[in-house]
């Protein structure tokens, strides 16, 4: 039993909080009468309360994020109407901003604004002593990262052993781009270098090989990114995997003599490109050299082994199909290994929202807040780009298709790759579940029949890349003797094939 809980529903298992184990490593005196509790959105609001209300706390800390705000008000709801006097105390980004408009703050005693590692503390010690603040809303005052307790040994050999393991080196973000909560920030702000570095020390010698950076620019001090980097050139083993969130224009030579000599799968890059149109840049306040960008994208892809991962964002104000037609082809042309076509968000908080009005912002009221429509994209055309989006994943960013990508996309890589889109919602009227093999057959009958490309120039190409794939049954259009294939085959026949194999 413990008198104070923390938790949080992550979108997957394989997901930490590191926020929660920030919380539980800073509650000093109270640490032995707290606990963490961890579980996933896909689990039963009933089944989380259950577990959380028999540990017999007197207060909950929750948590709240754009992920899980949904199943969090479920959770919150039924923990209040099944134990009344158990304090639910809300944190994260959800609980820290526009908290009026907040459904789960009605289950809530308290809500705390901003990073809470001491607030939090401060308000347990009081309401474990008896004593109720008068204000459901406490805005925390970002501490002193020197004062900090690091929360990495709050990691269990569980997450050592399954789960990937999140860090940080700095906190905040000088930049300004309003579609992020970064935006906010006044700074970055560096952790004590020495003291991180053995942190990191003692979570490689316990076996973690899988770090990810949460910070917003790990590039942006050269001096402490080169540390970080040789500390891991000196640890390189096989298993090692590292994910480095990095702004585009700014590739220092010290950086790039130590980018250069880490080994193929070691190393993934987050390019946050976002937009290559310099009107839309300056309407959302976001600093970015397009040209310096396109050089370190080209640099990174020719004399690296990292996995590039590029961010592009559909629905900026002030951006219109056509530009961002000409910002995904430009992007596809530097060749990233991935291009996430991502969909604009109204994050809680966020200063994008002061364009609401002037380019008729629309964004769903429901969480993730995805735009639905601008003065520029109709909600039409938002929802084609949706689908863009998601079958890009599928295809373009997958792996799968390495060897037929390039002929599907040709010249015009946005326009063709959205005429597939469109078909391929029209005759599948799915954007999930797809079994593989069929994914497959959808791509081969979508150039041959869609994009008009010779069946004899799509069929050895994609028959290399479904060959790798590990499919063992033949599709017709990889047998010369057989029929083409038929997609309207049986409802039978494809519930079969989804049993074994579904995206």
Request: aromatic share 10%.
């Amino acid at each position: 039993m413990s008198d104070i809980v923390l938790a949080t529903l992550n979108a997957r298992y394989i997901h930490a909080s590191l926020g929660l184990r920030y919380l539980l490593a800073n509650l000093g005196e109270l640490r032995p009468r707290a606990t963490l509790r961890e579980f996933t959105i896909n689990e039963h609001s009933a089944d989380i309360a259950e577990r959380l209300l028999a540990e017999q706390p007197r207060i909950i800390g929750l948590g709240l994020y754009i992920w899980n705000v949904v199943q969090t008000t479920e959770v919150a709801a039924l923990i209040k109407t099944a134990a009344p006097d158990t304090i639910i105390v809300l944190g994260g980004p959800e609980a820290s901003h526009e908290p009026e408009s907040l459904p789960t703050a009605q289950w809530a005693d308290y809500l705390i604004a901003g990073p809470g590692e001491h607030t939090f503390r401060e308000l347990c010690l009081q309401l474990l002593a008896g004593e109720r603040p008068d204000h459901k809303l406490i805005t925390a005052t970002a501490p002193e990262l020197a004062t900090l307790v690091l929360p990495y040994r709050e990691y269990s050999d569980e997450d050592v052993a399954h789960r990937i393991i999140y860090v940080e080196a700095s906190r905040g973000c000088p930049f300004r781009c309003e579609f992020c909560l970064s935006a906010l920030d006044k700074t970055a702000k560096p952790f004590p270098l020495d003291q991180f570095l053995e942190e990191l020390d003692l979570l490689y010698r316990r076996g973690v090989r899988h770090f990810k950076f949460v910070d917003r620019t790990f590039n942006l001090n050269a001096q402490v990114g080169t540390r970080i980097l040789d500390f891991f050139l000196a640890r390189l083993d096989e298993r090692l995997f590292l994910h480095f969130e990095v702004i585009p224009d700014h590739l220092p030579d010290p950086l790039k003599e130590r980018l250069a000599h880490f080994p193929a799968g070691t190393l993934q890059l987050e390019i946050g490109v976002q937009s290559f149109n310099t009107v839309v840049q300056q309407l959302i306040n976001r600093k970015q050299d397009n040209s310096r960008s396109e050089a370190n994208l080209r640099w990174l892809r020719q004399h690296t082994h990292a996995h590039l991962h590029a961010d592009l964002i559909a629905g900026l104000p002030g951006e219109d199909m056509a530009s961002f037609v000409a910002g995904f082809d430009r992007l596809v042309a530097l060749r990233p290994h991935e291009i996430q076509v991502g969909i604009l968000k109204r994050l809680r908080g966020a200063p994008i929202a002061r364009h609401t009005q002037s380019y008729q912002l629309r964004f769903s009221p429901y969480p993730p807040y995805e735009i639905l429509a601008t003065d520029r994209i109709t909600f039409a055309d938002m929802r084609r780009l949706v689908r863009f989006a998601r079958y890009w994943d599928l295809i373009g960013n997958s792996g799968r298709f390495t060897a037929t990508l390039p002929l599907l996309l040709g010249e015009h890589p946005f326009h063709r790759f959205m005429a597939f889109s469109d078909w391929l919602y029209a005759t599948a009227q799915q954007t999930h579940r797809f079994a593989l093999e069929r994914l497959y057959d959808f791509v081969q009958q979508g150039m041959v029949k869609v994009l008009a490309l010779p069946a004899e120039q799509v069929n050895p190409a994609l028959s290399s890349d479904y060959r790798r794939s590990g499919l063992k049954a033949l599709p017709p259009w990889l047998i010369p003797s057989q029929p083409a294939i038929r997609l309207e085959s049986s409802p039978a026949s494809h519930a079969q094939r989804q049993a074994r194999h579904h995206l």
